[in-house]
């Protein structure tokens, strides 16, 4: 793959946020510990206010879950019709 190619920087893209989701499934279990979200809101909130995105795997909020979910990289757009 080229250095600073596309398809490289989606692959560790997709690695970063498998890596992530493991630790934060680690900190949801053991209850003790830092999310690692995509996109942390101003305002403390409790890590149950945080979805997974089923695509890539990221951690959101849950009232901006909608918005990611139309957007979202990972999101293959044929399966919507």
Do not use: Q
């Amino acid at each position: 793959m080229k250095k600073k190619g596309k398809e490289r920087k989606h692959y560790w893209t997709e690695l970063r946020n498998l890596s992530n989701f493991h630790h934060n499934l680690k900190v949801l279990n053991d209850k003790n510990g830092v999310l690692i979200v995509d996109r942390r809101p101003a305002s403390d909130k409790n890590y149950e206010s945080f979805l997974t995105c089923p695509y890539c795997l990221g951690f959101f909020f849950s009232d901006e879950m909608w918005h990611h979910a139309k957007v979202c990289p990972y999101l293959d757009k044929k399966d919507l019709n």
